[in-house]
């Protein structure tokens, strides 16, 4: 290809671009510092200034334990720009537990929603406010007129949306939401972790947290799935994102294994 | 009627039965037989007690500082509220007249301490005003009960022939304090303003306090937004040239009917922001039934506290650079059809102004500048969330010095600023902790071994790894000690299944021959 022609593309995607975000320029993006996910995504990181959705499979629809670690690594680096509020419909994230993932709890304002209806007006206002970098909230369904207004309330304070899918009481089912209006759907699972052997050659114990992530949907990017890992606490203090991109994955590894049936 | 040391006594008569002849103290069997028609009823002094109290509610709206002084009087505090009624004179005669509204029949007196009021009121002539500091010549005539005497001590001063507080004015201090104990003392010290005396106000007294009365009773839900936002603009900009802010601000709303349900809006921070403020009220003024119509409001503004920086907004003006789109940096600019811009610095917190930028204005500018993260400046999202939701939906976790896992994180309000941290780094805690521990089937090879496989909500999950004991015991020092025992202990594992999934399980009690363990799930890892 041409520089010419490298340069009317450009031109014509920054243009693109600026339409979707409705005549405002992006707020930037995160990166994980890993070429093997940044390239896949728009701008070369975790797109900011948006929202994003965070599902997980079987239990994890009722729990969602594995999908809001990830989210809240995904939160953590956001947090020394700002605040982050976490909208729960059920009060059992334990802060001991996110101080342990590395996300800091002191910068976390929580709130008890009572419904869906409530969480996702909460998340709103957050996402709007001044001052909050980072919204999570765990609500059961986000519907396209939700979605949108979520959207617009990114914009307002470049705040970053975290919606981790959860029916925390069991009813309902967390099933695919479709045309959604989130910039990207990430699918997480929690994975067996790779503890390394001890002085002796001996593997005792649990390594650090790992997790298969399937991005399965992303608005100017390409999906994906990847193994992550939560990144030694020694390899925190220059910055780096405390997630660790351990390998990448097959597309079709995280499909569900469809039952072969012979044919007569 | 009450039964006082066994006997039935009058506890009360109204003017009828007083013509005939009773009074109060009267045994029952004499009043009986002076008056056999008599209609009696129990005395309730608890009642008696409640309605005082509603009473006092109600004459907030005359004065902030009321302080009930049971059995049945009242006392005000109208220093610097007069004026608003034109003349303490026409502040009694307005209270005099709404009281006997309500059928209440009521004596008034106006003096510069209680103790006077108080003995004017009760013995002196009704209506009384004393002029300031012209108090002891209305003393004078009274009796010595108008000291607010036990019984006993004011028939013991008029035993020896002192009728009037005249007399007992001039007698030395000395003599008199030795001769009829330091409380007499005390009592015309107080009705003379040579004492202080302290009074339970009913509500805290706060100079922060605003009134706004109407011609005309309203209640048309607009109006009354109208109104509250009226007084939160006067208060607050009192508030301001004094440079205080408030915590709480209580609305009262006083119906025609003489009740005067309430609103109240608790802040993170001290603020005085009327058009904040309004909003946080605007959701609340539904519940507020004005019945028959609204006729005073009046707002009082509690944790009043020095707050320095005004809360300003500082606008650019607008640019007609040519320059369109957004740059980023230190100082966001705004876009070429000159809306206005934020600078944000450190010290100072900047809040937008609604005025410029109407709510549902998708294009607002948006800040990026992160350097300062202030405190104040998330309070007025998390007083909106605290005022929609309730205080107790909305909070930031603390540590708190407990082993136990599930104390060991505690609720704090989310500004307060409390100590934070603590928990030590070492010890794996879940993401999850369910409230109440879920019981699993578990297989283990022995007993005091982590499990093998467990079954948890129908599904059997198979471990590959396990982490584990840590064994936390209860807090013994906390309950009777015959109730604490050895083997109230819990051996905690972090667990891993096949795929992944973390769990955080627990085996209760000591091992002992022939009882099963019991295993629970207390959390998860994720």
Redesign the interface.
């Known amino acids: 290809m041409s520089d010419f022609r490298a340069g009317r593309l450009d031109a014509v995607r920054a243009k693109v671009a ?1 339409l979707e975000a ?4 992006d ?1 930037g993006s995160l990166p994980f510092g890993d070429a093997r996910i940044d390239a896949r995504l728009p701008g070369g990181g975790l797109p900011l ?1 948006r929202w994003h959705e965070v599902t997980g499979e079987g ?1 994890e629809a009722e ?8 989210a ?1 690594l995904l939160a953590a680096p956001l947090v ?4 982050a ?1 976490w909208v729960l419909r059920r ?11 590395g996300f ?3 910068r ?7 419904d869906d209806a ?1 969480a996702l007006g ?1 998340m709103e ?2 996402l709007a ?5 980072v919204v999570l909230g765990e609500v059961g369904a986000v519907d396209l007129t939700a979605g949108r207004r979520l959207q ?1 309330a990114c ?4 705040a970053t949306g975290l919606v981790i899918r959860r029916n925390p009481f069991g009813a309902g089912s967390g099933g695919k939401a479709h045309g959604s209006a989130a910039v990207a759907r990430w699918r997480v ?5 790779a ?1 390394e052997a001890n002085l002796y050659g001996e593997v ?4 650090a ?4 992530v399937e991005l399965e949907y992303c608005r100017g990017g390409r999906p994906g799935a990847w193994l992550f890992e939560r990144r030694p606490f020694e390899e925190d203090i220059d910055g780096t994102h405390p997630l660790r991109l351990v390998a990448e994955l097959g597309d079709r590894q995280l499909a569900p294994p469809q039952p072969v049936r012979a044919a007569g | 009627m009450e039964t006082a040391r066994g006997v039935r006594r009058l506890a009360a008569v109204d003017e009828a039965a007083r013509a005939l002849g009773l009074f109060a103290g009267q045994k029952a069997a004499d009043a009986a037989a002076l008056v056999p028609e008599l209609d009696s009823a129990e005395a309730e002094p608890a009642a008696d007690l409640a309605a005082l109290e509603a009473l006092a509610d109600w004459c907030v709206r005359f004065s902030p500082a009321v302080a009930p002084d049971a059995p049945d009087g009242l006392l005000l505090d109208v220093e610097g509220v007069s004026h608003l009624w034109g003349g303490e004179g026409a502040l009694m005669a307005d209270f005099r007249h709404r009281l006997g509204q309500g059928g209440i029949g009521v004596r008034l007196a106006l003096a510069d301490t209680p103790g006077a009021a108080w003995a004017l009121a009760h013995h002196g002539v009704d209506g009384t005003i004393a002029a300031v500091g012209e108090q002891a010549p209305l003393l004078a005539p009274l009796p010595p009960a108008a000291l607010r005497l036990e019984p006993q001590a004011a028939a013991q001063i008029e035993r020896l022939g002192l009728k009037r507080l005249g007399q007992l004015m001039k007698i030395p201090r000395a003599p008199l304090g030795r001769r009829f104990g330091a409380a007499t003392l005390m009592r015309l010290d107080q009705a003379l303003g040579r004492a202080r005396e302290a009074l339970a106000f009913r509500r805290p007294a706060t100079p922060w306090f605003a009134r706004l009365a109407f011609a005309e009773p309203i209640s048309a839900p607009e109006d009354m937004g109208r109104v509250s936002r009226d007084i939160l603009e006067a208060l607050c900009a009192r508030l301001d040239d004094a440079g205080q802010g408030a915590r709480r601000f209580e609305m009262a709303f006083h119906r025609v009917d003489g009740q005067a349900p309430s609103l109240s809006v608790g802040l993170a921070f001290p603020g005085r922001d009327a058009r904040r403020l309004a909003r946080l009220f605007a959701p609340k003024l539904e519940t507020v039934d004005p019945g028959f119509g609204i006729e005073v409001v009046t707002l009082s503004a509690l944790d009043v506290e020095p707050l320095a920086g005004r809360q300003t907004s500082l606008r650019q003006s607008p640019s007609r650079s040519s320059s369109s ?2 740059s ?1 940096g230190s100082m966001h600019t705004g876009d070429a059809e000159g809306t206005s811009a934020l600078l944000r610095f450190p010290g100072a917190s ?3 102004d609604p005025r410029d930028k109407p709510e549902d204005d ?3 500018d ?3 500048q ?1 350097d300062l ?2 405190e104040a ?2 309070a ?3 007083d ?2 605290a005022n929609r ?1 309730g205080e107790e ?7 708190f010095e407990s082993h136990v ?1 599930e104390l ?2 505690i ?1 704090a309000p ?1 500004l307060a600023g409390a100590p ?2 603590g ?1 030590d ?1 070492d ?9 109440r521990p879920e019981a699993i089937e578990v297989t283990a090879p022995v007993p005091d071994d982590p499990p093998i496989q467990f079954r948890w ?1 129908g ?1 059997v999950h198979r471990v ?4 584990g004991p840590e064994r936390i015991a209860e807090e013994w020092w906390k309950a009777a000690l015959s109730a604490a025992s050895p083997a109230h202990v819990r051996d905690y594992y ?1 667990v ?1 299944d ?5 769990f955080w399980v627990f085996r209760a009690g000591l091992y002992e021959a022939g009882q099963p363990a019991r295993w629970w799930l207390h ?4």
């Open positions: 600026a409705g005549g405002r320029g707020c200034g239990m729990t969602a334990a594995a999908p809001a670690a990830f809240a020394r720009r700002g605040w509020v009060d059992d994230l334990h802060a001991p537990g996110l101080e342990g993932l800091p709890p002191e976390l304002i929580q709130v008890c929603a009572r409530e909460v206002d957050a406010s001044t001052g909050v970098a617009l914009e307002k304070a470049a699972a929690a994975a067996p972790s503890p005792v114990g649990l390594g947290p790992r997790w298969r | 789109g957004l980023r900047v809040f937008m998708g294009r607002k948006e800040v990026f992160w993260i202030d400046e998330l007025p999202l998390v909106r969330l939701l939906r909305v909070w930031k976790s603390a540590a896992p060991a994180s609720r989310p934070h941290g928990w780094p010890l794996p805690r879940p993401l999850r902790l369910f409230r909500r599904r590959s790894r396990s982490e972090r891993e096949q795929e992944g999934g973390r959390g998860l890892f994720g």
